[in-house]
T-cell receptor, first 114, second 110 residues
Framework: NAGVTQTPKFQVLKTGQSMTLQCAQD?????MYWYRQDPGMGLRLIYY???????DKGEVPNGYNVSRLNKREFSLRLESAAPSQTSVYFC?????????????FGDGTRLSIL | GNSVTQMEGPVTLSEEAFLTINCTYTATGYPSLFWYVQYPGEGLQLLLK?????DKGSNKGFEATYRKETTSFHLEKGSVQVSDSAVYFC?????????FGQGTTLQVKP
């Protein structure tokens, strides 16, 4: 059972470089999410996709773009990386965008911006 | 707005000790409540959940009761093990999008 797969697991970028973080799920889930995790701040929602073909901003969307490529895949793009975007990024999915549905998380991408 | 507050960590316990991690929430309606656990180097895993007042979620010896009157969802375990060492996150959702507390690190020593 792969669940939610994120690539890459680690990445170091220079300020101003661009990068796309990939996420794929094999659970036939409708909803997908991108979070960032910073020390002492829990996880904060960057963008989400309630269903294929739709995307919406979360709490901290500035500096990011997303693409829901198909039902399985949801990518996160940093167009011009900044040191403030150094973080651990998690992708998650759930059956549907409803309160009682638990989210399933990938193992994270650890991103450092120099 | 909606928010979740957890007790500050780290919490350090000896094996077989009783665990309580406090969690309180603020919400405009009736959220679903979750506890997630994150082991080192891994993503978050759902530990337990409760979807309405007075529900008790339980899993792997952990329990939490949804208390609407005190807006709380405290995590408890009667006897912790070294393998329970991890970061624990309390979270709520009204519409499917999770709002997390800041996380509480638990260290269990043999």
């Amino acid at each position: 059972n792969a669940g939610v797969t994120q690539t890459p697991k680690f990445q170091v970028l220079k300020t101003g470089q661009s990068m796309t973080l990939q996420c794929a799920q094999d659970m036939n889930h409708n909803s997908m999410y991108w979070y960032r995790q910073d020390p002492g701040m829990g996880l904060r929602l960057i963008y989400y996709s309630a269903s294929e073909g739709t995307t919406d901003k979360g709490e901290v969307p500035n500096g990011y773009n997303v693409s829901r490529l198909n039902k399985r895949e949801f990518s996160l793009r940093l167009e011009s990386a900044a040191p403030s975007q150094t973080s651990v990024y998690f992708c998650a999915s759930s059956h549907r965008d409803r309160g009682e549905q638990p989210q399933h998380f990938g193992d994270g991408t650890r991103l450092s911006i120099l | 707005g909606n928010s979740v507050t957890q007790m500050e960590g780290p919490v350090t316990l000896s094996e077989e000790a009783f665990l309580t991690i406090n969690c309180t929430y603020t919400a405009t309606g009736y959220p679903s409540l979750f506890w997630y656990v994150q082991y080192p180097g891994e993503g978050l895993q759902l530990l337990l959940k409760a979807t309405k007042a007075d529900d008790k979620g339980s899993n792997k010896g952990f329990e939490a009761t949804y208390r609407k009157e005190t807006t709380s969802f405290h995590l408890e375990k009667g006897s912790v093990q070294v393998s329970d060492s991890a970061v624990y996150f309390c979270a709520l959702t009204m519409t499917g999008k999770l709002i997390f507390g800041q996380g509480t690190t638990l260290q269990v020593k043999p």
